[in-house]
C-alpha cells in the first residue's frame, strides 16, 4: 500500500462531509491539516471558502497530495480571475516538527508543483 497518507481514512470522509455541512467553520479562514495524506480535508475545505490551506504529510504522500489539489483547482477557484484558496502542500515529520510559524511562512505552493526556496 506505500504508507497510510495513500489512503483515503474514513475519518477524512467523515469530516469532510461535516464540515460541508458546516462550512462556516472554514469560511474565510488559514487551515492547517496535519498528517493529510491524499488531500481530502484540505480540498474540502478550500472548496468551502478557506482563504489559505496548508496540507502537510510526510514526503512520500506529497505527489499524490499534489495531484489530488492540481485535479480539483477548478473546484477552489473562483471565476475568470483565478481568484480563490491558496492551497500548499509542505513535508511535515512529526518525528521533527517544525514550528507552527514556520509552517505558515513556507514558500512551496503546490498548485502548480513548483518549489521555491
Known amino acids: 500500500d506505500g504508507g497510510t497518507g495513500l489512503n483515503v481514512w474514513d475519518g477524512a470522509l467523515l469530516l469532510a462531509r461535516y464540515l460541508e455541512k458546516k462550512s462556516q467553520i472554514v469560511e474565510g479562514k488559514r487551515i492547517l491539516e496535519l498528517g493529510g495524506g491524499c488531500g481530502l480535508v484540505g480540498i474540502a ?30 473546484a477552489f477557484r ?15 515529520d512529526w518525528f521533527h516538527p517544525p514550528l507552527i510559524r514556520e509552517l505558515f511562512t513556507h514558500e512551496t505552493a503546490s498548485l502548480n508543483g513548483n518549489e521555491h526556496e
Request: aromatic residues 2%.
Open 45 to 74: 475545505a478550500a472548496i468551502l471558502g478557506a482563504k489559505h490551506v496548508i496540507i502537510t504529510d510526510l514526503s512520500y504522500a506529497l505527489p499524490l497530495m499534489k495531484e489530488n489539489v492540481l485535479r480539483n483547482e477548478s
Open 78 to 92: 473562483k471565476g475568470n480571475d483565478e481568484k480563490g484558496a491558496l492551497v500548499e502542500c509542505i513535508e511535515c
